[in-house]
Structure formats: C-alpha cells, structure tokens
C-alpha cells in the first residue's frame, strides 16, 4: 500500500507530489555522496520545494496529502535505489511517519480556535533543527488558517529563510485563509472535493464500513471524507443529523423558531460537554500528577504550580468553545445542503439529491415555496455562519436564522 492510497480523488496532485518526492529524494542521496555534506537549494527544475500550501474544501483530504508527502519524504525503502517511488508506506520512515511517530516529521493541528505566537516560535525554533534522520525535517501545519496575523509574521521569516533540510506543508481551505506575503513563497496544491463514489469506496474498504451505509454517509455529506466516516461509525452523529433536518418543518411559527435555535444550542453545547468529559479529566489528572499532586495530601498542589493549572484550565475553556461552534457549523452545513437539495428540486435539476433519507420533506419544502425563497433561506444560513465567525452570540445568530428560515 503506497502512502498515497488514503488520498481520494485526487490523483493529479498524488502524481505532483510523487515527482517531488523524488526530487527530494535525489537531493539527499546526492548530499550524501558529496563531501561537504549539507543539501543545498533545490534547482529551479527540481519539483521540490521548502515550502507547500494545500488548499481545498473541507472533507477534501489537505491533511492527507500533507501527511502523505511527509511520508514520502522520510522514506527509507530500498526499491527506491531501483527506480522505485519514495513513498511505498511499508518502510520504517513510511509507517513512523502516518502513525505520527517519527522524530522529524512534526503535526500541527489545533482545537482551539487560533494558533499563536508562542505555539509558532516554538515550531520555528524547531525548524532550525537539523533532521536526526537524515533526510527532512518536516512540519506540517493542519490549520494554517487559524494562525493569528502575529504567528502568521513569524512564520513569514521561517517561510522566507528556511533551513536546508527543512520543508513546511501548510494546510488551509482557501489562499485568501493565508497571509499573502505567505502564500506567496509557497508552492500551491489545490485538492477539489472527492466523488461520492470514491468516498464510499474508501469507507468499504479501509474502515469496513457496509456498501449501503457507506453510500449514504459519502452521498449525506457530499464527498466530505472525515464527516462520511464519522457519519457512517457514529450512530450519535446520524441521530444529530436527522434531528437537523427536522428542523425545516419546525420553523412555521415564532414559537418553533425560537424553540430550534435553542436546540440547535443546546445539541452543540453537548457535543462540547462530550469532549471535556473525554478529554479533560485525563489531562487534568496527567497534569496534577506531573506537578506532583502526592495522593493522601486532599490533592493539593505544591507552590508554585497553580499557573500551570490555570493555563490549562483556560486553553479547555477554549476548546469547548471551538467544539460548540464546530458542532454548529457542521449543523449549518446540514441544513444548507438540504435546502439546496430543495432548490434542485424546484429548478427541475438532475443533480442526485444528497438527503435521500428525507426526500419526502425536501419535496413537501420545494412544492410549498418558490426558488427564490430558498435562496434568501440559504442566504440566511450564510449570514449565521459569517455571525459566528465573528463572535456574534451563538444564541443570537440562530434565532435570526430560523426566523429568516420561516420568514423566507
């Protein structure tokens, strides 16, 4: 299995990736047989590069491909010395590198809802560092596009002045995610959204998933891989789902309005208590007792280490509130690929509907109203989604969506 096999529907930018592999791959072997040592610049023919922006809607696998490539580049099997691709996902270099244990590839993703200057000064001062491998050191950034304009200036001068062996792969939906003095010493992938087909096909076969279910899930969130897989696993995620759509019914009156928009709060604010209750008692307690919390002293902590607990406490804080408006948007997502499955329907178009599940609710919303207001119910999808991204109350945002959602 080569390490390009999880990446769906994207093969032109596998087959990018391949040939830079191999560029890299030379560039080492050449290093290593010089007497000096150290690689220098890559030629203005190679296809490798110190530093790579993934972009793509979301489900559309950057993270996979980064991770790929990160693999590819640490990739030690011997059929390459015969010709063979870097990146045969079997070798050491592979395996340690997709499992997220290898000592040059770092991964950066964030729950929270920025990256800062400290997390960024830290991964640049890793940067400096010359790769205990051999090959590459490796950073790959997942969201990229949570950077705050002062990470992003850090970054800028680690992007501008790499080290020799050091190649960063930052992941974002879009290029306009990414500060432009960034981009713009960046090599540019763009991945589009998978096939339906493909998705399904993927869930069969690396996650076992049943051929119909998996048909639904990659149908339901169109193409989205990571939300058809969490679809297809979670039977607590199909149930949130359903209840979503539910609610173009609900909305006939002032009263229904309201009483969904909270809901649609109460249901992201649960997933939020989910994940304290999954992760943050193992962090509190692994916390605590590396700050020699002794048992038999009522769990006091020694002097000096309240700070710690605080900042930990707070970077949770943060957390669920990037879990509530994750779980919100994924709502959102939902309900706008129902409405525009109403709108296929009122315009006659031959697109497959995503929601077949709810087919008798999308044709009695499409026969009850005009296309034109489904686009305004659409528009006001958007509108909540642009509030939240700018810290509007969630509360609020909702109630003026559902009552635009009846009002129309």
């Given at each position: 299995?080569a390490?390009?096999?999880?990446?769906?529907?994207?093969?032109?930018?596998?087959?990018?990736?391949?040939?830079?592999?191999?560029?890299?791959d030379?560039?080492?072997?050449?290093a290593?047989?010089?007497?000096d040592?150290?690689?220098?610049?890559p030629?203005a023919?190679?296809?490798?590069t110190h530093?790579?922006?993934?972009?793509?809607?979301?489900?559309?696998?950057?993270?996979?491909?980064a991770?790929?490539f990160?693999a590819?580049?640490?990739c030690v099997s011997?059929?390459?010395?015969?010709?063979?691709?870097?990146?045969?996902?079997?070798c050491?270099?592979?395996?340690t590198?997709?499992i997220?244990?290898?000592?040059?590839?770092e991964v950066?993703?964030?729950?929270?809802l920025?990256?800062?200057?400290?997390?960024?000064r830290?991964?640049?001062?890793?940067a400096?560092?010359?790769?205990a491998g051999g090959?590459?050191?490796?950073?790959?950034?997942?969201d990229?596009?949570?950077?705050?304009?002062g990470?992003?200036?850090?970054?800028?001068?680690?992007?501008?002045?790499?080290?020799p062996r050091?190649?960063w792969?930052?992941?974002a939906?879009?290029?306009?995610?990414?500060?432009?003095?960034?981009?713009?010493?960046?090599?540019?992938?763009?991945?589009?959204?998978?096939?339906?087909?493909?998705?399904?096909d993927?869930l069969?076969?690396?996650?076992?998933?049943a051929?119909e279910?998996?048909?639904?899930?990659?149908?339901?969130?169109?193409?989205?891989?990571?939300?058809?897989r969490?679809?297809?696993?979670?039977?607590?995620?199909?149930?949130?789902?359903?209840?979503?759509?539910?609610l173009?019914l609900?909305v006939?009156?002032?009263g229904g309005?309201?009483?969904?928009?909270?809901?649609?709060?109460d249901?992201?604010?649960?997933?939020?208590?989910q994940v304290a209750?999954?992760?943050?008692v193992k962090?509190?307690?692994?916390?605590?007792a590396?700050l020699?919390?002794?048992?038999g002293?009522g769990?006091r902590?020694?002097?000096?280490?309240?700070?710690?607990?605080?900042d930990?406490q707070?970077r949770?804080?943060?957390r669920?509130?990037?879990?509530?408006?994750?779980?919100?948007?994924?709502?959102?997502t939902?309900?706008t690929a129902?409405?525009r499955?109403?709108?296929?329907?009122?315009?006659?178009?031959?697109?497959?509907?995503a929601?077949?599940?709810?087919r008798d609710?999308v044709?009695r919303?499409?026969s009850?109203?005009?296309?034109?207001r489904?686009l305004r119910?659409?528009?006001?999808i958007?509108?909540?989604?642009?509030?939240?991204?700018?810290?509007v109350a969630?509360?609020l945002?909702?109630?003026?969506?559902t009552?635009?959602l009846?009002a129309?």
């Open positions: 299995m390490v390009w096999d999880d990446l769906v529907g994207q093969d032109r930018v596998a087959a990018q990736l391949s040939a830079a592999a191999r560029d890299a030379a560039l080492v072997t050449a290593g047989k010089a007497a040592g150290p690689v220098g610049e030629m023919s190679s296809k490798m530093a790579w922006l993934f972009t793509g809607p979301p489900g559309s696998g950057r993270a996979t491909a991770r790929a990160a590819a580049l640490q011997p059929d390459r010395a015969l010709g063979g691709a870097p990146g045969c996902g079997f050491d270099g592979c395996h590198a997709l997220g244990t290898h000592a040059d590839v950066v993703r964030t729950d929270m920025t990256i800062g200057v400290k997390e960024t830290e991964l640049v001062r890793r400096q560092l010359s790769p090959r590459w050191q490796v950073i790959v950034m997942e990229a596009d949570r950077l705050t304009e990470a992003g200036n850090v970054l800028l001068k680690a992007v501008e002045e790499p080290a050091t190649v792969l930052l992941c939906p879009s290029l306009e995610d990414v500060l432009p003095t960034i981009r713009s010493r960046c090599r540019l992938l763009t991945l589009r959204t998978p096939p339906v087909d493909a998705v399904a993927i069969v076969r690396r996650d076992g998933i051929p279910l998996a048909a639904s899930a990659a149908r339901a969130t169109q193409g989205h891989i990571g939300r058809a969490r679809l297809a696993t979670d039977e607590r995620a199909r149930a949130r789902r359903a209840a979503v759509l539910k173009p609900r006939d009156d002032v309005c309201l009483k969904a928009a909270q809901e649609l709060i249901a992201a604010a649960e997933d939020a208590k209750e999954e992760v943050d962090e509190t307690e692994e916390l605590r590396a020699g919390a002794a048992a002293t769990g902590l020694p002097r000096g280490t309240a700070g710690a607990m605080k930990l707070d949770q804080k943060r669920a509130t990037r879990t509530q408006r994750d779980s919100l948007d994924l709502a959102l939902d309900l129902f409405y499955d109403v709108l296929a329907l009122q315009l006659g178009s031959q697109v497959a509907l929601n077949t599940d709810v609710a044709e919303i499409a009850g109203s005009k296309p034109e489904t119910r659409i528009e006001a958007t509108a909540c989604r642009r509030a939240l991204d700018s810290n969630p509360l945002a909702v109630e003026a969506m009552m635009a009846r129309g």
